[in-house]
């Protein structure tokens, strides 16, 4: 098991720019996939984007694609999640995961989570 610390969340105006942060502690980081997901008030969690282990392979919502970037340092066990031109449907609970090995999108593979962060959008 590991355990994930996320932060970097907050209010921010329409069109901004936030970078959220995980950092990992536990087994070797580098054992495990990682994710973000968010989850709006009244709303399944959702997807927002993985990285594979070395960082080599990506995977993104089509909502946020071109507008987020998620990497990784494996040296820092760290993973981040850079968000850019936000909109007020991007405001949600945004969550790290972990998972051993493979890149996953589904929720239900990921092994270990933080506590969240919230990330609000102002119109």
């Known amino acids: 098991q590991v355990q994930l610390v996320e932060s970097g969340g907050g209010l921010v105006q329409a069109g901004g720019s936030l970078r959220l942060s995980c950092v990992v502690s536990g087994r070797p980081f580098s054992f495990y996939s990682m994710g973000w997901f968010r989850q709006a008030p009244g709303k399944e969690r959702e997807s927002v984007a993985a990285?594979?282990?070395?960082?080599?392979?990506?995977n993104y919502a089509d909502s946020v694609k071109g507008r987020f970037t998620i990497s990784r340092d494996n040296a820092k066990r760290t993973v981040y999640l850079q968000m850019n031109s936000l909109k007020p449907e991007d405001t949600a609970v945004y969550y790290c995961?972990?998972?051993?090995?493979?890149?996953?999108?589904?929720?239900?593979?990921?092994?270990?989570w933080g506590q969240g962060t919230q990330v609000t959008v102002s119109s």
């Open positions: 995961a972990a998972k051993w090995a493979s890149i996953a999108t589904m929720a239900s593979e990921y092994d270990s």
């Open positions: 990285i594979s282990r070395s960082g080599g392979s990506t």
